[in-house]
């Protein structure tokens, strides 16, 4: 499984893919941002969430990667941008501490659902046709953009899936490693003061007429 995780390399061959380091910084810095409202204690798969639901849609708003090219993508049900010209699906994805290191794969908070799993066995070659079923449309190279944050670091990496057992990935083909654990900072949560903390909300009413 190539690494990726010297910049002469993963410089260029981000740039090659269309999706420039400092975009992919900038994405991560603002996931970041929403993170820092999850609770320290939830669930897993709620952390999950938040990072593929703002991932993606901070990715489709981007202005450079539309320049560029990339596109919304809800293709197969699975939500995501692509890029039609290098026929590649990029998709946010919550994964734990091992998220670009070197040493160790990254896995993913939240299960993948049965139509990310297709994509995945599409990426290893192991989808068979139903008998009967119409020849597949062309598909896209699934990747992931991993990315893990806590307090110390935020660290980021790009990798293709080619294996998952129950939703949770096994093995990645490729992983493009953009940030390491400590390379850069955590996410900075703000702390209410009790006294504000306490204060009752108003209550909303529904208006009538």
């Given at each position: ?25 900038e994405l ?60 590649i699906k ?120």
């Amino acid at each position: 499984m190539p690494i990726y995780t010297d910049e002469t390399i993963v410089v260029p061959l981000l740039t090659k893919m269309k999706l420039p380091r400092h975009v992919l910084l900038e994405l991560a810095n603002n996931i970041g941002g929403e993170r820092a409202n999850v609770a320290e204690h939830e669930p897993s798969n709620v952390v999950g969430f938040e990072t593929w639901r703002w991932g993606t849609r901070y990715a489709r708003e981007n202005e450079i990667l539309n320049k560029l090219g990339w596109v919304q993508c809800d293709r197969n049900q699975v939500a995501g941008i692509r890029h039609p010209e290098l026929k590649i699906k990029f998709v946010c994805c919550g994964t734990d501490v091992n998220t670009g290191n070197p040493a160790r794969s990254p896995k993913n908070l939240s299960e993948r659902g049965v139509n990310a799993c297709k994509l995945i066995a599409r990426n290893a070659g192991q989808i068979e046709m139903e008998l009967g079923e119409k020849s597949p449309e062309p598909h896209d190279d699934l990747w992931y953009y991993c990315s893990y944050y806590c307090d110390d670091f935020i660290s980021i990496e790009l990798s293709r899936p080619t294996s998952e057992i129950g939703g949770f990935v096994t093995a990645f083909s490729d992983r493009i490693i953009i940030a390491k654990p400590g390379e850069i900072p955590g996410i900075r949560r703000i702390v209410v003061p009790q006294e504000f903390a306490d204060v009752p909300k108003p209550q909303v009413s529904r208006k009538i007429g």
